[in-house]
């Protein structure tokens, strides 16, 4: 079956610091991979997209990887600060429809 | 408005009645998704429309769940005889290439 796992454990982190998600995935064949932000009592917001022919992908402090051989995406946030504590969201598209799957997303907390 | 609208965004209910859910995407976009979100879990997908295409319902738990897309826009989300099981955050979310999804802010669904 399709799986995408994300660290369910909380990730606490000093603010300024470089934040590093994980998300694995297996049984997917993905074009393309999506990371979210989702904040307590809202909806995700859209971050990032990465194409399986793009190694690494840059938007302001964020940095994406994707590397289908491992079959691993990694999501950096570099000098983080305080704002940036929320839930993020790897998402990929099932190989049978049009269904976009999301993990269970990894808890950020960056404090002062 | 410029974002998508889910109403009502609390719906308290009793165990065996009908609810309906409703969404209005961004204008002109084709894609619309339904999600669930239990308390702690990830996003559960349950049904995908694509323009005037037969939609993708392979992630609706059970028969009491339906949804329709009037005219390519506004969607309703029915679940019919509620479970206490069916309480959770119901999200919708449209996009124009069904690759960047802009979600709502989501129903509270309490099934007493």
């Known amino acids: 079956s399709q799986k995408i796992e994300q660290n369910s454990e909380a990730l606490n982190i000093q603010e300024g610091k470089t934040a590093t998600l994980t998300c694995n995935y297996t049984n997917y064949s993905p074009a393309y991979l999506q990371w979210y932000r989702q904040d307590p009592g809202r909806g995700p917001v859209f971050l990032l997209l990465?194409?399986?022919?793009?190694k690494e992908k840059r938007k302001e402090r964020l940095k994406v990887t994707f590397d289908t051989t491992l079959k691993q995406s990694l999501f950096h946030i570099t000098a983080s600060q305080p704002a940036d504590s929320a839930t993020y969201l790897c998402?990929?598209?099932?190989?049978?429809?049009?269904?976009?799957?999301f993990g269970k997303g990894t808890s950020l907390l960056v404090t002062p | 408005g410029a974002g998508v609208s889910q109403s009502p965004s609390n719906k308290v209910t009793e165990k065996g009645k009908d609810v309906e859910l409703r969404c209005d995407p961004i204008?002109?976009?084709?894609?619309l998704y339904w999600y669930r979100q239990s308390l702690g879990q990830g996003l559960e997908f349950l049904i995908y429309f694509q323009g005037n295409s037969a939609p993708d319902k392979s992630g609706l738990p059970s028969d009491r769940f339906s949804a329709e897309r009037t005219g390519g826009s506004v969607s309703t989300l029915t679940i019919q005889r509620t479970q206490q099981e069916d309480s959770a955050v119901y999200l919708c979310?449209?996009?124009?290439?069904?690759?960047?999804?802009?979600f709502g802010s989501g129903t509270q669904l309490s099934v007493l």
């Open positions: 990465i194409r399986e022919n793009e």
């Open positions: 979310a449209s996009s124009l290439m069904a690759e960047k999804l802009f």
């Open positions: 998402a990929l598209r099932s190989n049978s429809g049009y269904a976009l799957n």
């Open positions: 204008s002109g976009h084709t894609a």
